[in-house]
């Protein structure tokens, strides 16, 4: 069996891929935290966002919705020249913003896992890829739960990050089929 091929470009990416990438996740602090992340990374490598995580989650409290939702414009520019982030002020600035509007989801749905899982019908969709070139950058799905989040006001949650947040939060399963981390190879 033979991983999925980005996730052999280093260490680090391949203890995301083998620990974390496509594992069906429902705590709201996470998935919150995935969503800032996958937002971070438009226009940039995953490798990259990966490498600064660290300095993310000490910089918004562990991803602390409450808290992120209560920071204000200082505490973004504090973030922003004292931390290893990304220092794109809207990225920096939607933390927030998405923050306040999944306090708003919370109350609606009982939970941020809920609004998304509720989707797939609380079922990973498992896919049968032979070749990571037949993964798709978005689906139909996508650009749906992305208009969404649009109409809600979110931030940095276009159809290409939705969908890869959909494949970290285990929505999809989009390893290979030949990955030893597609869910019908650990569930053999």
Known sequence: MERCSW???NERMQEYHDNEWGRP????????ELLT?????SGLSWNTVLAKRHHYQEAFQQFDI????SMTDEDLEYIRNHYGVIKHPAKLASVRNNAV??????????????FFWRYVDFTPIIHEWKEEAEVPSYTELSTQISRELKKRQFKFVGP??????MQAIGMVDDHVRTCPCHSKNTNA
């Not at 996740?25 to 919150?32: G, N, Q």
Request: net charge negative.
């Open 101 to 114: 509007k999944v306090l708003t989801i919370q109350d609606e749905y009982g939970s941020l896992s809920s």
């Open 66 to 69: 409450q808290k992120c939702a």
């Open 37 to 41: 992340l996958e937002g971070a990374q």
């Open 160 to 165: 290409v990050t939705v969908y890869s947040f």
């Open 7 to 9: 996730s052999r470009k």
């Open 25 to 32: 996740y429902t705590d709201d602090s996470y998935l919150f």
